[in-house]
């Protein structure tokens, strides 16, 4: 069965520190894996697009990895800001035929990032 | 461009009411898709359109939902009856084919069921 399991569900930590998020999947075929950072009360904005070949992808301080082999990706936010409190969701692209909408959403990440 | 535009942002209804979502997509993109995100299960595409033509609508959960497209810059999602468990946040995101960085997402209709 197709599923992406995020960890942890919920983090705290004080501004200016780094901080990892977890993102393991059981997809197949896969396509890509893509990360969302969403604000409270709004949709999700995409923050990374990795394909089976891309093992690391950086946005400013974001910087995503991927490991096809274990089936793993990692958001590392650097020098967090008080901004960055948001959920952080990772999504799973199985690539069947080339349809677009085979898509697999893990439940996020809560990051509350406090002064 | 003013981004992907949904209306109404909040919806409180009452249930056996019909609910219609609205979703204006961004010029020049061919995709459009509906999301629907609960706390319980997070984000689900319902269903998505290439072209103003329906291609995948096996998220779409029972009959009482429909999705249409007339044109390029249109799309609704219609709920009919409505019920509690309906309730959440419906997203519409549009994309340029094949290209996931240029997929955005609508601000989000909240809708409550009662």
């Known amino acids: 069965k197709n599923q992406v399991e995020q960890s942890p569900q919920s983090l705290i930590i004080l501004e200016g520190k780094n901080c990892t998020l977890q993102c393991n999947y059981t997809v197949s075929p896969f396509s890509n894996l893509r990360w969302y950072k969403q604000d409270t009360g709004r ?3 995409s923050l990374t697009i990795m394909t089976f070949s ?3 992808k950086s946005n400013g301080r974001y910087t995503a990895t991927l490991d096809a ?3 793993q990706s ?3 936010i650097t020098a967090s800001q008080l901004s960055d409190s948001a959920s952080y969701i990772c999504v799973v692209s199985a690539n069947y035929g080339g349809s677009q909408g085979n898509l ?3 439940k996020g990440t809560k990051l509350s990032v406090k002064p | 461009d003013a981004g992907v535009i949904q209306s109404p942002r909040h919806e409180v209804t009452e249930m056996g009411q019909e609910v219609t979502l609205r979703c204006k997509p961004i010029s020049g993109h061919d995709y459009l898709f509906w999301y629907r995100q609960t706390m319980m299960r ?3 595409l319902l269903i998505y359109f290439n072209n103003n033509v329906p291609i995948d609508d096996s998220g779409m959960p029972e009959d009482r939902f429909s999705a249409k497209m007339p044109n390029a810059s249109f799309s609704t999602l219609k709920i009919q009856p409505s019920e509690p468990r309906d309730s959440a946040v419906y997203f519409c995101a549009s994309m340029v084919a094949f290209r996931w960085d240029t997929q955005y997402f609508g601000p989000g209709t909240r809708l409550t069921v009662l």
């Open chain 1, 43 to 45: 949709g999700p904005v």
């Open chain 1, 54 to 56: 891309e093992n690391t």
């Open chain 1, 69 to 71: 082999d274990t089936k």
């Open chain 1, 74 to 76: 990692s958001l590392h």
């Open chain 1, 104 to 106: 697999i959403f893990g």
């Open chain 2, 42 to 44: 997070g984000l689900e």
